[in-house]
């Protein structure tokens, strides 16, 4: 059993920088629980300051229940894994692997029984006599790990464990880690700026930006109900479109204009633009104003017809994928399909199946699902149809998990 | 035309040749004056006696290093050096060690404290011996004062030596002081971090990851202190003369007694050579 809980917690440094503020998350047991966010978000502090390697600067930090602001790192009983594997290099890998069973005086016979178990877990038997040195990258790594889970910890932190393994390695080792999990029905808290890791290992992720916790939701919830642009963007590869638009309300009914789009937008949008939506902090009218429509790659559908489509798509870069394949290109106007007066926007990728049908035109009309818009305020960047209170994504995520 | 390029090259050859070995003979020139003449001579003048002058005038063999180990001074020098290299060595190391350890993590004021473990090597021997006489005199020094006693601690043998080392120690630990805090900031710092995680406490950190670490450079320093440790000359001089009896006559002091004092330059040189060959073995027996 092991509860970490964070309560505005809060890093300010001496030169007055606030490398976290206000942080309040809780981790539950046995969760695989991923802090993500661009370099320098504070993610490795907030990482630290659980581990105690960081004093925290205001809030308090709960282990199990226990207030365990000034506990040592030695009495925290955490085991961590650093984004350099920090291997002892004067140690063999089984030294490496057995300190921290030896700092805990375990009998000579328990160490050796226990250390030969996780390098057989990690397929490193071969390597215990080897000095870090010797070792490759994706060796150390394991040694790394091995060093951590050897020792029943009450979590395991791990700051961007995969950062420095190439590409191959890192997806074999994300494979590992996600089985390490479940095998080991431990409490992980890893920290990642590269979302695939968090979207594939996450129950739950929290994404963070400057210091300040943006959102905690499961990695679909994320997907699908960013809290505000900078989250959309940063989930999801390729990012999702941002594109300009305006409401507008006429005979035909209630669309979203850009300026070379039209689509046609539903209650739920219509209520979240004039501001009636049910969600109370979002309430404010955005209609005539300035709006950023959010769509991701996936969610364009061809269509045959230039009467249904939103708009018309002129590819110009073709990514060939294998399976998928991605087009970056053009908006075009479906209202005037040949118009010589098409202005040239920032171009859109669009994600497409192998076995997709596209008509081989230049042009291809394309309808969005409009059940996955978004819709951000340019201003502050939230999302018009957030579904939740801001405030406080923690309630909302358990709240879609019962669900 | 043909000919005159063809020895413009191999003029070009013979130089090309040689460049190398030229931009050799200033050093080399220097060493020879000032390094290998004297180090052949002494050799040389040990198998001699010699006037006052120094000039070698009876070849005796080995007969001067024979005189040598048969005389109880020599032999005692030799065992007051001994001591004395214990002493200063294990009190630099340590000083050098503890300074640079606490200066190892930041903290405000640390400059000063870094200035004042290094200072040390920035006082000439003898400036530093001449500060400390001043301290242990018997009726005006510090130290009698503070400790309310009244003892004559340079002309004790039971205390010459060892405060003669002691000086030594602290002046030594300056360099020791530097070379362990460039040891210390190779060890990378997140090895200390995963070990605290890892639950070990500081005495286990320093003994499993702080003296590995220094392995290194921590023999190297030791070589160079042994070295420096049997060469010290100028605090003995002023402090105690060799003296109380013999107490503190060290090797080197010894020789330039036998040299300067006694004019037996064939004596000094045999010495000489002997400390050359304790110094050379201890050297090659630790790499
Ligand atoms: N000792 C320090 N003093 C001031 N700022 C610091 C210090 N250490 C880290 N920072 C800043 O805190 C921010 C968060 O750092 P970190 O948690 O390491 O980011 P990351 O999310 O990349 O792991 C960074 O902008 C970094 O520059
Ligand atoms: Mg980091």
Redesign the pocket.
Same mark, same amino acid.
């Given at each position: 059993m092991s509860e970490i809980s964070l309560v505005n917690v809060s890093k300010l440094?001496?030169?007055g920088?606030y490398?976290?503020k206000d942080c309040n998350v809780t981790i539950h047991d046995h969760e695989f629980f991923m802090i993500i966010?661009?370099? @320098?978000? @504070?993610?490795? #502090? #907030?990482l630290?300051m659980i581990a105690g390697l960081e004093k925290i600067s205001s809030g308090e930090l709960y282990i199990d229940g226990e207030l365990s602001n000034m506990l040592e790192p030695q009495e925290r009983n955490l085991a961590m894994v650093f984004q350099n594997y920090a291997l002892y290099p004067h140690m063999t890998v089984f030294d490496n692997i057995a300190f921290s069973l030896k700092v805990r005086k375990l009998p000579k016979e328990e160490i050796e029984r226990q250390v030969m178990s996780v390098a057989d877990m990690l397929g490193i038997s071969a390597l215990l006599h080897r000095k870090p040195t010797a070792l490759s990258g994706g060796q150390r790594q394991r040694v790394a790990i091995g060093s951590a889970i050897v020792r029943n910890a009450r979590a395991f932190l791990m700051?961007e464990p995969l950062s420095n393994l190439d590409a191959k390695l890192r997806a074999e080792m994300r494979v590992e880690l996600s089985r390490l999990h479940k095998k080991l029905n431990a409490t992980m808290i890893y920290?990642t700026?590269d979302q695939v890791e968090a979207m594939t290992l996450a129950d739950r992720i929290m994404v963070?930006k400057d @210091?300040i916790v943006q959102q905690v939701a499961a990695p679909m919830e994320l997907y699908r109900h960013p809290i505000n642009q900078f989250v959309a963007g940063f989930i999801g590869s390729p990012e999702m479109n941002f594109i300009p638009v305006k409401s507008r309300e006429d005979a035909s009914g209630f669309s979203l204009i850009g300026k070379n789009l039209k689509v046609e937008a539903d209650e739920t949008i219509e209520s979240a633009v004039h501001g009636d939506s049910h969600n109370e902090t979002l309430q404010g009218n955005y209609a005539q104003k300035d709006l950023i429509l959010g769509v991701r790659p996936e969610d364009f559908i061809p269509v045959s017809s230039y009467q249904a489509a939103d708009f018309l798509f002129e590819p110009a870069v073709v990514e060939n994928l294998g399976n998928d394949y991605l087009l970056h290109g053009y908006m075009v106007s479906a209202a005037d399909p040949f118009g010589i007066s098409r202005k040239k926007e920032k171009m859109i990728v669009i994600s497409m199946k192998r076995n997709d049908t596209i008509s081989d035109h230049d042009r291809i009309p394309m309808q969005i699902v409009t059940e996955h818009m978004q819709l951000f305020d340019p201003e502050s960047g939230r999302n018009l149809l957030y579904p939740g209170t801001p405030a406080d994504p923690e309630t909302l995520a358990t709240e879609r998990r019962q669900a | 035309m043909n000919h005159s390029s063809s020895r413009i090259s191999r003029i070009r050859n013979v130089f090309s040749a040689t460049e190398p070995y030229l931009y050799l003979v200033p050093s080399i020139l220097i060493f020879s004056i000032f390094l290998f003449w004297p180090f052949f001579k002494t050799i040389y003048l040990s198998f001699y006696k010699t006037n006052k002058l120094g000039q070698a005038k009876l070849f005796v063999g080995i007969g001067n290093y024979k005189e040598l180990f048969q005389s109880s001074a020599f032999i005692n020098s030799l065992y007051v050096t001994l001591v004395f290299v214990i002493i200063v060595v294990s009190i630099s190391m340590l000083l050098g060690l503890i300074g640079a350890i606490l200066c190892n993590k930041t903290f405000p004021g640390i400059r000063f404290f870094s200035t004042a473990y290094a200072l040390p090597m920035a006082i000439a021997s003898s400036s530093a011996a001449m500060i400390f006489r001043i301290m242990l005199h018997p009726s005006i020094g510090i130290v009698n004062k503070l400790l309310h006693l009244n003892i004559n601690w340079l002309a004790d043998p039971r205390y010459a030596l060892v405060l003669v080392a002691i000086l030594t120690g602290w002046l030594n630990s300056g360099i020791d002081f530097l070379y362990f805090s460039a040891g210390l900031a190779s060890i990378d710092e997140t090895i200390y971090e995963r070990a605290s995680v890892d639950g070990a406490g500081p005495v286990r950190q320093f003994v499993h990851l702080t003296l590995p670490g220094l392995s290194p450079i921590l023999f190297y320093t030791i070589v160079v202190n042994i070295i420096q440790a049997f060469q010290s000359f100028g605090q003995v001089k002023i402090l105690t003369q060799g003296g109380p009896g013999d107490a503190t006559n060290l090797i080197v002091y010894s020789i330039y007694r036998d040299a300067f004092f006694n004019y037996r330059f064939g004596s000094a040189a045999a010495e000489s050579v002997i400390l050359f060959v304790i110094i050379m073995c201890l050297t090659l027996l630790m790499f």
């Open positions: 440094y001496k030169n920088f490398a976290v966010g661009p370099s @320098g978000c @504070g993610k490795s #502090t #907030t630290r700051d920290v700026h963070m @210091g | -």
